[in-house]
């Protein structure tokens, strides 16, 4: 079977990859090269596998690499987190295990998204559950975030230990049930289960019915739903809301909230005028 076969998809794209490398930024320029990127035996070295061992993974030979063995040599070509989860679906059938990496924020494009939803409440959270952006609507709807400390934006914290915000649920204890099982289906998915441990504990400790809650291990996909709220300005109100997930950032999620019915949207709009006016 010829190396170049399209049934070799991984030997193909070791070889595509490797050939796009840059063999000076890596001071292996030296004697005048044949074929552009790294050699087969560079990129062996790099990843400390048998150059042996390689030239059968891009010939399409000796049976099916493990995980290990893919994740060095992904290391080793450089690939991003995109080109890395290739490389392990062409080359096992399957993703490779998640590696979770605490959000740094987002970008002013995503923010402008959220922005353009004027009357829709929105923010983007993390997969722990820490709200990291927000429109003006979420300020006026849900919480003015900019008023609390990075570490209090975390929406367990809100729901468990804010008197306000438990207040504004019609059915607290529907709610409260909700957010844990998808906090925990989240953090699990994003393999941040020990990251968040002593935050856990911590809401544990602060709130009996958070730690109750948290032993009946029950998990579940945040979706879409409807949401009603008591809220102290707008009166009674509802929304329906989506979760998103935010291409090219599995660390992220964005969460609308778009008004029930024209009232409601009106009602906003209403408020979210006077604000600017005074």
Known sequence: MSETTSENLLGTYL??????????????GGSRRRTPGLRREEVAQRANISPTWYTWLEQGRGGAPSADVLDRIARALMLTDVEREHLFLIGLGHPPEVRYQASEGVSP???RVLD????????????????????RAATIVLTDYSKLLPGQRNILRLIFCEPRVRAAQYDWNSVARFVVAAFRAD??????????????????RESPEFAKLWRDNDVRSHGEGVKHLRHPVLGP??????????????????????????EDARRIRAVLAAKAEG
């Open 15 to 28: 070889r595509d990859r490797r050939t796009r490398l840059d063999a000076a930024s890596f001071g292996l």
């Open 109 to 111: 494009r995503l923010q």
């Open 116 to 135: 353009a939803l004027e009357t829709s409440p929105a923010i983007i959270r993390t997969m722990t559950w820490d709200v990291v952006a927000w429109n």
């Open 187 to 204: 953090a699990a998915r994003a393999g941040a289960v020990s990251h968040v441990a002593e935050f856990v504990d911590e809401l544990c």
């Open 237 to 262: 109100i509802a929304f329906e809301y989506s979760a998103f997930a935010v291409d090219g950032r599995p660390d992220l999620g964005m969460v609308v909230y778009n008004p029930a019915t024209p």
